[in-house]
């Protein structure tokens, strides 16, 4: 069973920058989609950025041209670049794998979460 541990979540200043990063143990990481999701206090958890086995991205309206999704397969690793974030981006953010290589395939397996606070 995979298992995924976030990190580099904190509390940046608007405008400011953040790179959240996921490691994945127990799969054959390189094969399955991964995605980022959050959840803000009162709301559903939400897809943010997805990345597929063969490197395709797709992003929510609300963070295009500020997130960047990417993969390190060779780390079992990947990576939300978060730039010119806003106070609304505040939420815990969480790492999902795919269950197949298409981020069409669904979400399955989370990871615990990394908090992302940004101050106005």
């Known amino acids: 069973q995979v298992q995924l541990v976030e990190s580099g979540g904190g509390l940046v200043q608007a405008g400011g920058s953040l790179t959240l990063s996921c490691a994945a143990s127990?799969?054959?990481?390189?094969?399955?989609?991964m995605g980022w999701y959050r959840q803000a206090p009162g709301k559903l958890r939400e897809l943010v950025a997805a990345?597929?086995?063969?490197?395709?991205?797709k992003y929510a309206d609300s963070v295009k041209g500020r997130f960047t999704i990417s993969r390190d397969n060779a780390k079992n690793t990947v990576f939300l670049q978060m730039n010119s974030l806003k106070p609304e981006d505040t939420a815990v953010y969480y790492c999902?794998?795919?269950?197949?290589?298409?981020?069409?395939?669904?979400?399955?397996?989370w990871g615990q979460g990394t908090q992302v606070t940004v101050s106005s």
């Open positions: 999902s794998q795919g269950h197949g290589g298409s981020y069409f395939s669904g979400f399955g397996s």
């Open positions: 990345i597929s086995s063969g490197g395709s991205t």
């Open positions: 127990g799969s054959i990481f390189s094969i399955y989609a």
